[in-house]
């Protein structure tokens, strides 16, 4: 069923979902975190796997050894790797940021799975580094990058502030939590509108005869498959007629004939608009550019994709 | 001697008597009155846990029911005092463990409070009934849920697992721990602070849900107030509300969602069954959609938090202009002088005003927020008695307003973001400004200064402010006058901070008299040498002055060196033992 080199990037014999979280955790990891997720046990995957449900869903079972330790006591030694200017530069705070902030006793419990069914699920215009990476940041106290004033301060009244201000510890005096809670707010109203911000891209995505729109954040993701996999959950709602003639499979991972049959298969078509204005085929391209270049996505009836993928159409003859 | 009342009258006497100040009054004026008072006591405050032993407090008062105990000092808010520190509580609890079976609350601020502690608590207080943690840390869920589990049969309707600011939290509701504390669904509990917006809550999410918790929160009739956790989704709230229609304070989980009819006139709804609220907090991710559910319950807010919520000023407009009761806003300061125009012509009962800053890093300013705000709101409400605002910019003339407009002012916090800001339009240091404040404001008793200030400003200060209790200073003054100022002008003063003024030996060791009438003194990033600690420790046995240092040992530089950071506080009980690596208190020679 599967033709391997048009498939490349969706990667149909790659392996299930859980060792993909930590290949995504660990590619996405911005260069200021200090690594220790290296520590992330398997059970940390799985919590920190991606599950985009609808919203009011609910958030799978949590693992009984996830315990919660508080923030003063374990996280006072990683606070060394942060900054708070780093924190804001983070790229797509919520998952990183949750990884990061696991260390190896376990103990930790994250908002990640509730909190991104809430952001994801509602498909929010802001973009939303979710609760998490507030959990990161706010228990660690980061200091923030350290300029410490001369212990005699000169009392020279034509001080200025300098353009390009390091920060000084405790200074504006606000309480950590706030300071990380708003710094993590403000991350979202840069990004709200989509723009291509450092922090995350989302696009939008149409489906044909939905009667509304998603949004989805693109960095969140490494690769097409896991494109391809919250999309399906996110647009399920719409094509359970189609699904349940194929035979539902266990929705942990996903199956081959299940992701094909919805987005290649039978009915629809994955494309995206590109930076020129073209309706593209998803897949073609390297994931890395395809972020680059998308700007929004449509789920299309295999029926309007005539000129599109000629290829896909044929699957889509073939199939039926 | 012949006593006029026999001590049981004056027992049953002193039983109206509440205050702390009027207490201490009443224990001096003799020695009966000292013992029948020391019996007769049941609540105490320790402002600083330093400052006296356990053993003393115990001796003193042997019946205590209720404890409240303070650690760090205040600028350990904002990472000034180094982890390790001390303000362990576990000493504390141990001594009343054995003292105090039959104590009811316990209510601590910046400890360090250790699972093991609250696993001590847990087992030694029969009738435990109250636990107030505020800013503190070290502990987890394990010691909460050993809390839960130990006491829950005895919590009585004023019981109260309260929340949790600051650096450490828990969340009450353990995912699997949950299952085998059933029993304390909280049940008896009047006020339930499934707190921290940071932590544990998708456990608290997932579990809370029906199918786990049917009954959740339990038709509690006493439930008197409810603070969720921001992952809790905002299409539970409608469901919850109408289980708890008689809450008087709520917060608010996650305020967002897609916009869905049906979930809005559900929650509208809610809201208009709520007939005691009158404080709202939470609004965390807020969606302005779904603002207008919230209305109906306006009429009777008195209080409003939405320091998290990233909304603009119309919409904060429209929502805080419903609130015709207001006394209490707290606000970022999206609200601009726009928005503060529009709470003063709508909210003439306000009395307390905090605007925090939505980007204190960056150096720019992004809202229109201005000195002008604030002269609106000391205009337009006359009860204004409380203010905490951070802007980026000031004048002397508007501080002067502000003054004039508000002689009733108390607390009165001003930030200036940048350190040492000159008056916009005069370009002068902005003494003249806090002057008026203090000259004006005779009830003062907090100010916090901030914009470019010389000695000047303290001779106002230590000339007027005869009230004021706690004074915060930071990058201003010229030298020791200014110190000195201060130490020697204000009368009632109990706590002082300062951080990176040019202050040095001179007004500290000229003053040290004052240090041992006022419960503490931080200076760090000033100029006083290790010599003059040395000094002060040794003259003034009942001080205890603590340097601390992470750059190593003060005596292995000269003496004349300026020590990083010196807190200064009386205490009875001697110097403390437990101090960390790089903290030295300096000894009187024995």
Not at chain 1, 47 to 52: G, Q, V
Not at chain 1, 87 to 95: E, N, Q, T
Not at chain 2, 356 to 370: C, H, I, K, Q, R
Request: a neutral charge; one cysteine or more; glycine letters at 8%.
């Amino acid at each position: 069923m599967s033709i391997p080199l048009e498939h490349d990037y969706i990667g149909l014999s790659e392996a299930p979902s859980m060792e993909r979280a930590s290949d995504k955790i660990s590619s996405a990891s911005s260069s200021t975190i200090s690594s220790e997720s290296e520590k992330s046990t398997a059970l940390n995957l799985r919590e920190t796997e991606l599950r985009l449900g609808l919203p009011g869903s609910e958030s799978p079972e949590r693992k009984p050894q996830l315990g919660v330790s508080l923030f003063g006591k374990d996280l006072e030694d990683k606070t060394n790797g942060y900054s708070l200017g780093s924190l804001k530069g983070f790229v797509s705070g919520a998952k990183r940021g949750f990884s990061d902030a696991i260390d190896g006793s376990g103990k930790w419990v994250f908002s990640v799975n509730g909190g991104s069914e809430v952001d994801l699920g509602k498909g929010a215009k802001s973009c939303m580094p979710g609760p998490a990476m507030k959990d990161v940041a706010a228990p660690s106290s980061p200091k923030p990058v350290q300029e410490k004033k001369p212990q005699a301060s000169a009392a020279n009244e034509h001080a200025s502030a300098p353009a390009a201000k390091a920060q000084v510890v405790g200074w504006p005096p606000i309480r950590s939590f706030r300071k990380n809670t708003m710094a993590s707010s403000a991350k979202n109203n840069e990004d709200a509108e989509g723009k291509s911000g450092l922090g995350c891209l989302y696009v939008k995505v149409s489906m044909d005869g939905a009667p509304y729109l998603r949004k989805v954040d693109l960095k969140i993701y490494c690769n097409y498959m896991e494109l391809s996999s919250a999309l399906e959950k996110m647009f399920s709602c719409f094509t359970i007629g189609q699904c349940g003639s194929h035979g539902l499979p266990g929705r942990d991972g996903l199956t081959e004939s299940h992701l094909m049959d919805l987005l290649h298969g039978s009915e629809y078509v994955l494309t995206y608009e590109d930076k020129d204005g073209d309706w593209m085929l998803v897949g073609d391209v390297p994931w890395e550019m395809f972020t680059e270049s998308c700007k929004r996505l449509r789920i299309m009836k295999g029926s309007e994709a005539i000129g599109l993928a000629p290829r896909a159409m044929e699957k889509c003859k073939n199939r039926n | 001697m012949a006593y006029s009342f026999p001590e049981e009258v004056l027992e049953h006497v002193f039983s109206f008597i509440h205050t702390d100040k009027d207490r201490n009054a009443i224990s001096l004026v003799c020695k009966s009155w000292y013992e029948v008072e020391r019996w007769s006591r049941r609540r105490i405050f320790i402002g600083n846990c330093y400052a006296v032993s356990p053993g003393i407090v115990i001796r003193r008062f042997p019946e205590l029911r209720s404890v409240a105990l303070k650690g760090k000092p205040h600028f350990a808010d904002f990472n000034l005092v180094p982890d390790g520190w001390g303000g362990n509580v576990y000493p504390w609890i141990a001594a009343m463990a054995m003292a105090y079976p039959m104590l009811e609350e316990l209510r601590l601020k910046r400890m360090v409070v250790t699972d093991e502690s609250l696993e001590l608590i847990s087992r030694s207080f029969k009738n435990f009934k109250v636990l107030v943690l505020s800013s503190c840390e070290g502990f987890s869920t394990d010691g909460l849920a050993a809390i839960a589990a130990n006491c829950s049969g005895r919590f009585s309707e004023e019981s109260r697992i309260s929340s949790f600011d600051l650096l450490s939290f828990a969340t009450f509701f353990l995912s699997n721990q949950t299952k085998r504390y059933n029993r304390f669904e909280l049940k008896p509990a009047c006020e339930v602070d499934i707190g921290s917006p940071i932590s544990l809550i998708p456990d608290f999410a997932h579990h809370w849900c029906p199918s786990t918790f049917p009954a959740w929160p339990p038709r509690c009739p006493s439930l008197r107030t409810l603070r969720l956790n921001r992952a809790v989704p905002l299409d539970r709230l409608p469901n919850l509300l109408r289980r708890a229609p008689q809450l008087v304070e709520l917060g608010t989980g996650a305020y967002s969602a897609e916009h869905r009819p049906e979930v809005f006139s559900s929650l509208a709804g809610a809201f208009s069954n709520c007939k005691e609220l009158k404080s709202l907090s939470g609004f965390w991710d807020v969606v302005p959609d779904y603002l207008p559910a919230v209305y109906p319950a306006c009429s009777g807010i008195t209080s409003l938090n939405l320091s998290y919520a990233t909304i603009q000023s119309p919409d904060l407009i429209k929502l805080v202009t419903q609130c015709q009761n207001l006394q209490r806003l707290w606000v970022l300061d999206y609200i601009e002088d726009s928005g503060l125009d529009a709470l003063a012509a709508s909210c003439k009962d306000l009395q307390e005003l905090r605007v925090f800053p939505s980007e204190p890093y960056d150096m720019e300013g992004n809202v229109a927020l201005t000195e002008q705000g604030l002269v609106s709101v000391s205009e337009g409400c006359p009860k204004l008695h409380s203010v905490l605002y951070f802007c980026r910019q000031m004048t002397n003339a508007a501080l002067v307003s502000i003054a004039k407009n508000r002689p009733n002012m108390t607390r009165f916090r001003l930030c200036i973001i940048e350190p040492r800001t000159r008056d916009y339009q005069t370009l002068e240091p902005l003494d003249v400004g806090f002057g008026a404040i203090v000259e004006h404001c005779k009830e003062l008793h907090r100010l916090s200064l901030s914009g470019l200030l010389t000695d000047r400003v303290f001779e106002y200060i230590g000339t007027h402010a005869k009230k004021l209790e706690m004074l915060s200073v930071a990058f201003a003054g010229d030298g020791d006058l200014g110190l000195h100022h201060v130490l020697s002008g204000c009368k009632s003063l109990r706590k002082l901070e300062i951080r990176d003024c040019p202050f040095g030996d001179k007004a500290l060791l000229a003053n040290a008299a004052k240090l041992e009438t006022m419960r503490s003194l931080w200076m760090s990033s000033c100029s006083v040498s290790f010599g003059a600690c040395k000094l002060l420790g040794q003259k003034m046995p009942r001080l205890n002055v603590e340097v601390m240092d992470e750059r190593g040992r003060p005596d292995s530089r000269p003496e004349s060196c300026s020590v990083e950071k010196l807190y200064i506080y009386r205490s009875v009980a001697g110097p403390r033992s437990d101090m960390p690596r790089f903290v030295w208190t300096m000894k009187t020679p024995s």
